[in-house]
């Protein structure tokens, strides 16, 4: 009882003002991930089955795991452009305005799909399909050509970005940067978002499709992003305050437009500063495989083997949904477990180490040999993913805490983009770029080992190619994320106290304001430098009156 004793003291550290905006930003999030289980689920399921049936119809060879592969791929590549246009939007926007508009945009993107399915003839599953599903065939599908769906995917991808960065960072703005705050934080609001990403997840697998169809199991999902954003709508303002121009009229007007469409200079400025962030930095450069590297081996268990394990092996591609399912599962267990040992576990360290070796269980499917049409083979499945999403979710956790409150105790030397969004997008964009490329090649790969062996025709098999997919590449990014694990200073214990001679749990950090134009602030230099020396303060990070990336008192250099 002693460390349940100790949770419910460590969550009353929270004031009333955040335990409030926390409440209300689960409730949105647990919505939001039941409605995206729904979509995602549904529309890998339901492009594996047309690109077979087309493979079938059309008699060429299958392709896809290439097309799977590109359509998530592309998706991921078009969150790069959501990612790195939050960087502006919150500079004018409070962050909750800008997740809600987000999240409300997703909900009417996800809606295209339906459209066009219906436009082209298609509906809901017939009863007698629920009772007795033929293999191959699926007249109820609307008559639109597959490859329709990869551009719809990628415009819903570029919000789905937008989304998932966001809400990376919106913690630090709720509780600011002590890292003890934000690890508890982000374990509790993990916790519930894996508890309804898992009942999402299982929900689809088992009731949604199998009773409308993965052409329209998805029709939740609006309603579900609906309710979202109006639930953060009410998370509170966050100590954001609209920064006030110097001056108005026309000039105001082409600053914002060139602000908001200069997408390409932003994407190339904010990966520029947060490779130069990460890359000349002990300090930082392992998060490049701890964080990203680790984040593409889990989207590929849950996006990649997942949906080839179902279709290729058991023949039912609704059942990832179930392995899926089991593989949030292991995340909700992972993230409880870091809110558990917060104060015995202070450094991502050893949830990343166990992640790491949790990876190379993968080895089993390759020289597995399942019964075909049973369900209790997919739940076998499942059961072994909840260990591997274990360890990745505690060091997700974990490290996405480290992140947050290590740089907000780093200067942001760049107007237009801050520290931590800056090195958050780099990250991000590098995990989505690996796997828009990978996911592509290796799909590619394993369709070829399916059609040398016999294809749809003449019950084709993708084991050998297994080995190297899954065994092989896990293999090596469970090396690669270990080894990050020894590279900062002060890492080399097994549970170390602190990482780089720097403490985290002081949310009370030296600021100035960073950005000109606001209301307590002189507009001409000259008054700058007359009211230096008296102007420095001590706050909280999220105190921030104007909601910018505030200036700490610390020279990049000194840190680096």
Same mark, same amino acid.
């Given at each position: ?53 087309? @493979? ?26 959501? !990612?790195?246009? +939050? ?12 997740? @809600? ?8 993107? !996800? ?264 369900? @209790?083979?997919?739940? /076998? ?7 591997? $999403?274990?360890?990745?979710? @505690? ?7 480290? +992140?947050?409150? !290590? ?41 070829? /080992? ?60 030296? /600021? ?31 105190? $921030?009156?104007?909601? !910018? ?12």
């Amino acid at each position: 009882m002693g460390k349940f004793a100790e949770l419910g003291e460590s969550l009353r550290a929270f004031t009333t003002q955040e335990r409030r905006n926390i409440a209300i930003y689960i409730i949105g999030i647990m919505v939001y991930k039941f409605g995206l289980e729904a979509f995602n689920g549904s529309i890998i399921a339901l492009a594996t089955n047309r690109y077979d049936y087309e @493979s079938l119809r059309d008699d060429t060879p299958s392709r896809t795991f290439e097309r799977v592969g590109l359509l998530t791929g592309l998706n991921q590549a078009c969150q790069c452009i959501g !990612s790195i246009l +939050i960087g502006p939007l919150v500079k004018r926007y409070p962050t909750k305005n800008v997740l @809600s508009v987000a999240i409300l945009i997703f909900g009417m993107c !996800s809606a295209l799909l339906l459209i066009i399915d219906a436009a082209t003839g298609g509906t809901f599953m017939p009863a007698e399909y629920r009772i007795d599903h033929p293999d191959h065939e699926w007249p109820y599908y609307g008559t639109y050509n597959t490859d329709v769906m990869i551009p719809v995917y990628c415009v819903c991808g570029i919000v789905y970005g937008m989304v998932e960065l966001i809400r990376r960072v919106i913690p630090r703005d709720i509780v600011g940067g002590n890292i003890q705050k934000l690890k508890k934080m982000d374990s509790l609001v993990h916790i519930f978002y894996e508890i309804s990403g898992t009942t999402g997840a299982f929900t689809t697998g088992l009731v949604i499709i199998p009773q409308l169809g993965n052409n329209m199991a998805f029709i939740i999902t609006p309603v579900c992003f609906t309710v979202s954003a109006i639930a953060w709508f009410f998370v509170g303002e966050l100590g954001f305050r609209r920064a006030q121009p110097a001056f108005r009229g026309r000039g105001e007007k082409t600053s914002y437009f060139k602000a908001a469409f200069s997408g390409m200079f932003l994407f190339g400025e904010s990966v520029w500063v947060g490779a130069k962030i990460l890359f000349t930095s002990r300090k930082f450069i392992w998060l490049v495989p701890g964080y990203s590297v680790a984040l593409y081996a889990h989207r590929y268990l849950e996006n990649g083997i997942a949906p080839q394990v179902a279709r290729r092996y058991l023949g039912n591609s609704a059942w990832a949904q179930i392995m899926v399912g089991g593989s949030n599962m292991g995340e909700l267990l992972g993230a409880f477990s870091v809110l558990l040992f917060t104060n015995t576990i202070q450094t991502p360290m050893p949830w990343l180490r166990l992640d790491a070796l949790m990876l190379l269980i993968v080895w089993y499917i390759p020289y597995w040999y399942p019964p075909a049409d049973q369900v @209790s083979q997919a739940w /076998i499945v499942a059961a072994t993913f909840a260990p591997i $999403s274990y360890g990745w979710a @505690s060091g997700d956790v974990s490290l996405a805490a480290y +992140i947050q409150a !290590s740089l907000a105790r780093l200067e942001s030397q760049n107007k237009n983009v801050s520290a931590l969004g800056a090195v958050m997008a780099f990250l991000y964009s590098f995990y989505i770029v690996t796997y828009a490329v990978a996911g592509t090649l290796l799909g590619r790969y394993l369709d070829g /080992i399916y059609n040398e062996s016999g294809g749809l025709d003449e019950g084709g098999q993708v084991h050998g190619g297994l080995v190297f997919t899954a065994g092989v590449q896990m293999s090596v990014i469970s090396a690669l994320v270990l080894a990050s694990t020894f590279v900062p200073k002060g890492a080399f214990a097994f549970n170390p106290k602190m990482l780089s001679d720097e403490s985290l749990d002081d949310d009370h950090i030296e /600021i100035e304001e960073q950005r000109p134009g606001r209301d307590d602030e002189p507009e001409l230099e000259g008054e700058v430098h007359k009211l230096e020396e008296g102007y420095k303060k001590t706050r909280s990070y999220c105190s $921030s009156e104007n909601g !910018s990336e505030p200036r700490v008192e610390k020279k990049i250099s000194e840190i680096l």
